[in-house]
């Protein structure tokens, strides 16, 4: 069984920044992808951001060269930074692993419980 618990969620102002954790525990596929989803209030959960094995990372369009994916050489701590925030990236932020491409829900194995981000001033 896979364990993830994220971190880090706040409320920031617009333009600021933030940096959410994952830390995962129990079963580790090697092959496996891990990335970011998000839900905003009445919305669905959408994609962020993917990184593999090899620590190839793709973004959505929404966030692509204000957010940045990556994890720590043990490959059991994930971290999404965030910058250049915008009030449309208020959401809960949701860590998951499961197969490659990890875009859709379907190739989830496994979800963190989710942390909160606020953007607003």
């Known amino acids: 069984e896979v364990h993830l618990v994220e971190s880090g969620g706040d409320l920031v102002q617009p333009g600021g920044s933030l940096r959410l954790s994952c830390v995962q525990s129990g079963l580790t596929f090697r092959r496996y992808c891990t990335g970011w989803f998000r839900q905003a209030p009445g919305k669905e959960r959408d994609w962020v951001a993917t990184?593999?094995?090899?620590?190839?990372?793709t973004y959505a369009d929404s966030v692509k060269g204000r957010f940045t994916i990556s994890k720590d050489n043990d490959d059991r701590t994930l971290y999404l930074q965030m910058n250049g925030l915008k009030p449309e990236d208020t959401a809960t932020y949701y860590c998951?692993?499961?197969?490659?491409?990890?875009?859709?829900?379907?190739?989830?194995?496994?979800w963190g419980q989710g942390t909160e981000v606020t953007v607003s001033s």
């Open positions: 998951a692993t499961g197969v490659c491409p990890l875009t859709v829900i379907p190739d989830i194995v496994a």
């Open positions: 990184i593999d094995h090899r620590r190839r990372s």
